[in-house]
């Protein structure tokens, strides 16, 4: 899935790589959450604002199996 | 940049300074150019790069190119009782690269997510409360590890998973001859394997009567009978579950109120602090401070890497050290203060990173925020009742802690 963060650049989700930490949902909790029948990563908007941008590329930059990956435009 | 040529230096594991026990050994992180990554020799004349660099970590926990299987050859093998059960073939997960990793840990992701964590909070404040009453009904002094720090974590993980708290002894028993590095191979190996044994004979109970929303039961409905994993995985995924369940909540909880009576102004600070954010940052910044994670996380590369100004071999052992990243200045500016605000405190190592991060680190969090709010409040001038240098640490396990904390206090509230 992607997902286009204002001007800023991308999010990329990858639901294989993701290991249900939920740092994600500790950093960004307005975007992310986690499916309550795996445990794994959902994002919950289908448009992310770009308010909520800072928070989303924090997630991004701390999600531990890289699940989330911002690509700066 | 470094060639094949590298000398060891020193031996890993090292044990801490009793005099500061929250600091890292020296011989991980000391020299004159404090280089992030360094080789050292291991109990078995092998030899392995250790790295204490903050971010040299993070890299290579991230790295698809590294491995975490023990069977592999160069696998840094750091203690007998680690090099037995690693080497009995009876791996679980966390010693697994992807996608095999990925497959077994999704038996259990559902259960630790942040919303189901949150809504345990009720019932580990009760736990907490009653373990609180149970020490003010004894008198002090009393052993805080043994009437305290292990009962809570254990109980707690005991519950997660709907099984019998009266067998709490044998998993307490067998995980700390797992991990005590006084342990043989064999007595190691036998241990884990006793725990495997207890392991099936829960799985088979909730394979003849499924309950309700239950761990195991799911895991079985969900995961083995569709063939995704195997009962072996289910009864290994367990076993990883208790060991990692109870021991290290306990350690940290002693090494946190430990902490936090040698910072009598910090202390004073968290007594009073009101946001649940502020208490949470707190934890986080005691679980950097007083890092109980001393085994290092054991690695394998399976490529050429540079990182750290060194290149690491394909074949060659890595041990990535959670107590050296987690007091490297470079990212926690003046890391051998304890400061309960310290706005990065968040980003510590304890749990690890990459695809292998700990599957309880909400759980974790919760039980010390809850336990030591509780704990100081109830019995606000707690103190340690020996002087300090009888305090024996765990400097001959896997985990770092405290084997007993004898503790006083006047009146409680």
Same mark, same amino acid.
């Given at each position: 899935?992607?997902?286009?963060?204002?001007?800023?650049?991308?999010?990329?989700?990858?639901?294989?790589?993701?290991?249900?930490? +939920?740092?994600?949902?500790?950093?960004?909790?307005?975007?992310?959450?986690?499916?309550?029948?795996?445990?794994?990563?959902?994002?919950?908007?289908?448009?992310?604002?770009?308010?909520?941008?800072?928070?989303?590329?924090?997630?991004?930059?701390?999600?531990?199996?890289?699940?989330?990956?911002?690509?700066?435009? | 940049?470094?060639?094949?040529?590298?000398?060891?230096? +020193?031996?890993?594991?090292?044990?801490?300074?009793?005099?500061?026990?929250?600091?890292?050994?020296?011989?991980?992180?000391?020299?004159?150019?404090?280089?992030?990554?360094?080789?050292?020799?291991?109990?078995? +004349?092998?030899?392995?790069?250790?790295?204490?660099?903050?971010?040299?970590?993070?890299?290579?926990?991230?790295?698809?190119?590294?491995?975490?299987?023990?069977? $592999?050859?160069?696998?840094?093998?750091?203690?007998?009782? $680690?090099?037995?059960?690693?080497?009995?073939?009876?791996?679980?997960?966390?010693?697994?690269?992807?996608?095999?990793?990925?497959?077994?840990? *999704?038996?259990?992701?559902?259960?630790?997510?942040?919303?189901?964590?949150?809504?345990?909070?009720?019932?580990?404040?009760?736990?907490?409360?009653?373990?609180?009453?149970?020490?003010?009904?004894? +008198?002090?002094?009393?052993?805080?590890?043994?009437?305290?720090?292990?009962?809570?974590?254990?109980?707690? %993980?005991?519950?997660?998973?709907?099984?019998?708290?009266?067998?709490?002894?044998?998993?307490?028993?067998?995980?700390?001859?797992?991990?005590?590095?006084?342990?043989?191979?064999?007595?190691?190996?036998?241990?884990?394997?006793?725990?495997?044994?207890?392991?099936?004979?829960?799985?088979?109970?909730?394979?003849?009567?499924?309950?309700?929303?239950?761990?195991?039961?799911?895991?079985?409905?969900?995961?083995?009978?569709?063939?995704?994993?195997?009962?072996?995985?289910?009864?290994?995924?367990?076993?990883?579950?208790? #060991?990692?369940?109870?021991?290290?909540?306990?350690?940290? %909880?002693?090494?946190?109120?430990?902490?936090?009576?040698?910072?009598?102004?910090?202390?004073?600070?968290?007594?009073?602090?009101?946001?649940? *954010?502020?208490?949470? $940052?707190?934890?986080?910044?005691?679980?950097?401070?007083?890092?109980?994670?001393?085994?290092?996380?054991?690695?394998?590369? $399976?490529?050429?890497?540079?990182?750290?100004?060194?290149?690491?071999?394909?074949?060659?052992?890595?041990?990535?050290?959670?107590?050296?990243?987690?007091?490297?200045?470079?990212?926690?500016?003046?890391?051998?203060?304890?400061?309960?605000?310290?706005?990065?405190?968040?980003?510590?190592?304890?749990?690890?990173?990459?695809?292998?991060?700990?599957?309880?680190?909400?759980?974790?969090?919760?039980?010390?925020? %809850?336990? #030591?709010?509780?704990?100081?409040?109830?019995?606000?001038?707690?103190?340690?009742?020996?002087?300090?240098?009888? #305090?024996?640490?765990?400097?001959?396990?896997?985990?770092?802690?405290?084997?007993?904390?004898?503790?006083?206090?006047?009146?409680?509230?």
């Amino acid at each position: 899935m992607r997902f286009q963060l204002g001007t800023a650049g991308e999010l990329t989700v990858d639901r294989s790589l993701c290991i249900g930490s +939920g740092l994600c949902v500790l950093t960004a909790g307005d975007v992310f959450g986690q499916d309550d029948d795996d445990g794994l990563v959902e994002v919950a908007v289908s448009v992310i604002d770009p308010a909520t941008a800072d928070d989303v590329i924090k997630a991004a930059d701390g999600c531990p199996s890289q699940a989330l990956r911002f690509l700066a435009s | 940049m470094s060639t094949e040529t590298v000398p060891a230096a +020193g031996t890993y594991p090292s044990p801490r300074d009793a005099r500061c026990p929250y600091e890292p050994p020296k011989a991980y992180t000391g020299g004159p150019e404090q280089q992030p990554v360094r080789k050292m020799r291991l109990w078995n +004349g092998d030899e392995a790069w250790v790295v204490a660099g903050y971010e040299e970590g993070r890299m290579l926990l991230g790295d698809p190119r590294v491995s975490a299987r023990p069977d $592999l050859p160069g696998y840094p093998h750091v203690s007998p009782a $680690l090099a037995g059960y690693r080497k009995s073939g009876l791996q679980t997960f966390n010693n697994k690269d992807n996608p095999e990793h990925n497959v077994e840990r *999704r038996m259990f992701t559902k259960w630790f997510t942040v919303k189901r964590m949150e809504r345990l909070r009720p019932r580990i404040q009760d736990l907490v409360d009653q373990a609180v009453d149970r020490l003010v009904a004894m +008198g002090s002094p009393v052993d805080l590890v043994e009437h305290f720090a292990l009962p809570i974590p254990s109980q707690v %993980i005991f519950e997660l998973l709907n099984a019998p708290y009266r067998d709490h002894e044998i998993v307490e028993h067998e995980t700390h001859t797992m991990l005590s590095w006084r342990s043989s191979a064999e007595e190691s190996r036998a241990a884990s394997q006793r725990l495997l044994d207890y392991c099936y004979g829960l799985i088979r109970e909730r394979a003849e009567n499924p309950r309700a929303d239950d761990v195991l039961s799911l895991a079985i409905s969900e995961h083995v009978t569709t063939g995704l994993c195997t009962m072996e995985q289910l009864a290994e995924g367990t076993r990883l579950l208790f #060991l990692a369940g109870h021991e290290t909540t306990a350690n940290s %909880i002693a090494m946190s109120v430990l902490a936090l009576i040698d910072h009598p102004a910090q202390l004073a600070a968290f007594r009073d602090a009101q946001d649940p *954010r502020q208490v949470a $940052l707190a934890v986080d910044e005691l679980l950097r401070f007083a890092t109980i994670a001393q085994a290092g996380r054991c690695r394998v590369a $399976l490529d050429d890497i540079e990182v750290g100004g060194t290149t690491i071999r394909a074949g060659e052992g890595i041990v990535v050290s959670s107590e050296a990243a987690n007091w490297d200045p470079r990212v926690f500016e003046r890391p051998a203060e304890l400061r309960l605000d310290r706005p990065n405190a968040r980003d510590h190592a304890g749990f690890g990173h990459g695809t292998h991060r700990c599957i309880g680190e909400t759980l974790a969090e919760i039980e010390l925020q %809850i336990v #030591l709010t509780t704990l100081f409040s109830r019995l606000p001038d707690l103190r340690v009742a020996v002087p300090r240098d009888q #305090l024996r640490y765990k400097t001959d396990h896997t985990i770092f802690g405290l084997y007993e904390l004898p503790v006083t206090w006047g009146d409680p509230k």
